[in-house]
């Protein structure tokens, strides 16, 4: 991934260049950012980490409905759609300035089936009724604040007991020893499993993710009945 800036009156667009040596297949992503902004106006460390592991996966995606929550500049999503996933992106309800960036990102990517959706973690409201069938829930970047740890989940926990096959792929950067979802992830019925990032990484392409040495890469599926059953014994 080689991201290259160029600035422009108040926004500046980032190019992100996905590569395989083997089957010598590129893929270019330009997401616009808006300068100077903060939150959801730019792409986050987290967001190459998981589009490169979007990448890598890639052909587990094809035809396959993905959704992303807390999209912000969308990087993943993007690099999903690309890859042939039908994309829904989300971002808060209250901040539509964010669900415009998806806009934004998807224009200038020429994408003009990718859904567009207000997703608020923590509240389940109509629209989720509508939502397809999901295979894949993306989030990058969506643990950045603890007073969200729990909403997230909340909200993760109910699209994989819809979707109980699902998977969410998820990023999060490590800001501090203190902060954990364990515990909502076990009150939620979940569970999580680390992926190394050399897993899905090569050498020379770790040089162009910048912050990698402190972002992880965790997937969250549903714990299964035998699984709580163990627990609650446990805890009990
Ligand atoms: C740290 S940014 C990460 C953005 C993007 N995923 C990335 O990695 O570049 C967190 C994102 O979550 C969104 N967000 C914050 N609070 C939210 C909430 N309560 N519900 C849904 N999205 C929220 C923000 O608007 C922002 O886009």
């Not at 807390?70 to 989300?90: D, E, P, Q």
Request: charged letters at 15%; hydrophobic letters at 40%; one cysteine or more.
């Amino acid at each position: 991934m080689n991201p290259n800036n160029t600035m422009c009156e108040f926004t500046s667009t980032k190019m992100f260049t996905f590569t395989d040596e083997d089957s010598e297949e590129l893929l270019e992503v330009i997401i616009p950012e808006i300068a100077e902004a903060a939150y959801g106006m730019y792409t986050w460390p987290c967001a190459p980490v998981l589009a490169q592991y979007v990448w890598y996966h890639r052909h587990r995606l094809h035809g396959k409905n993905v959704l992303e929550i807390g999209s912000g500049t969308a990087l993943t999503g993007i690099v999903a759609a690309k890859c042939g996933a039908h994309v829904i992106l989300s971002d808060s309800g209250l901040h539509p300035e964010c669900l415009e960036n998806c806009h934004r990102s998807c224009r200038a990517n020429g994408l003009i089936d990718v859904e567009i959706t207000p997703i608020t973690w923590g509240l389940i409201t109509p629209n989720f009724l509508s939502l397809p069938q999901i295979h894949f829930i993306f989030g990058s970047d969506c643990f950045y604040d603890t007073k969200d740890f729990e909403d997230v989940l909340v909200t993760v926990s109910f699209l994989l007991h819809q979707n109980p096959l699902a998977e969410f792929w998820c990023t999060y950067q490590e800001r501090s020893a203190s902060r954990s979802i364990k515990f909502y992830l076990q009150k939620w019925g979940l569970q999580a499993e680390f992926v190394p990032t050399d897993t899905f990484f090569t050498k020379e392409q770790t040089n162009d993710a910048p912050g990698l040495d402190s972002v992880h890469m965790i997937l969250i599926t549903l714990l299964t009945d035998s699984q709580v059953q163990m627990s609650s014994a446990i805890s009990s």
